[in-house]
């Protein structure tokens, strides 16, 4: 059981580059969402899923761009890379049949240039 | 959600209980407090959460107010692998998203 995966871990980007951070689940988790956390702050929600091709916009979603074609993957597009989107960058997931714990990725570390 | 007000900081002797104190004086009567810590460069890791009695779990036991206003997370016997930030949330049960709001929460350093 893998529990939360993101890929890739590290990642350098030109500004206005785009790319994708991948985020799958295993465990039938129906929540599914985004935060980026810059540094010496909390995590803020970029956008979030309740299920299979529905996704709704969180606090922070400009320059990104959410798909959940299935029930396991959730990526996260950035559009047109900006040295304002440098952060760590979290996936997380939850659901009511495991007491709405919500259960994080290791991360993945942007870095924009 | 309720917004939540913790400490920046606070320290800790290795095999002390250490009690960290969130308020949350706007909380609303389906709100449940949860608490998560972030081990440096590491994903947040869920801990306990409640409603208005007071829970235990094995890592940590968490102590709300009668009044629901402000909660007490206490780590028994701290370890240095306990330092970490932690995070006062509060939330509705059975929201239909992952909306956790996180502030800065209170980075606890378990001194040997």
């Known amino acids: 059981n893998a529990g939360v995966t993101q890929t890739p871990k590290f990642q350098v980007l030109k500004t206005g580059q785009s790319m994708t951070l991948q985020c799958a689940q295993d465990?039938?988790?129906?929540?599914m969402s985004w935060y980026r956390q810059d540094p010496g702050m909390g995590l803020r929600l970029i956008h979030y899923?309740?299920?299979?091709?529905?996704?709704d916009q969180g606090e922070v979603p400009n320059g990104y761009n959410v798909s959940r074609s299935t029930t396991e993957d959730f990526p996260l597009r950035l559009l047109s890379a900006a040295p304002s989107q440098t952060s760590v960058y979290f996936c997380?997931?939850?659901?009511?049949?495991?007491?709405?714990?919500?259960?994080f990725g290791e991360g993945s570390w942007l870095t924009v240039v | 959600d309720a917004k939540t007000t913790q400490p920046t900081s606070m320290d800790c002797a290795e095999g002390r209980a250490a009690n960290l104190p969130c308020n949350h004086s706007?909380?609303?009567?389906?709100?449940?407090v949860y608490w998560y810590r972030q081990i440096h460069s590491q994903g947040p890791q869920y801990i306990i959460h409640?409603?208005?009695n007071n829970e235990t779990n094995e890592m940590a036991s968490l102590i709300i107010t009668e009044d629901r206003k402000s909660s007490t997370l206490i780590l028994p016997h701290a370890t240095l692998r306990d330092t970490a930030v932690y995070y006062c949330i509060v939330r509705a049960w059975g929201g239909a998203t992952n909306k956790l709001i996180f502030g800065t929460g209170t980075l606890l350093a378990v001194q040997p």
């Open positions: 465990m039938n988790h129906e929540y």
């Open positions: 706007t909380i609303s009567g389906n709100e449940y």
């Open positions: 997380a997931s939850s659901s009511t049949s495991s007491g709405n714990t919500i259960y």
């Open positions: 409640g409603l208005k």
């Open positions: 899923s309740v299920g299979a091709g529905i996704t």
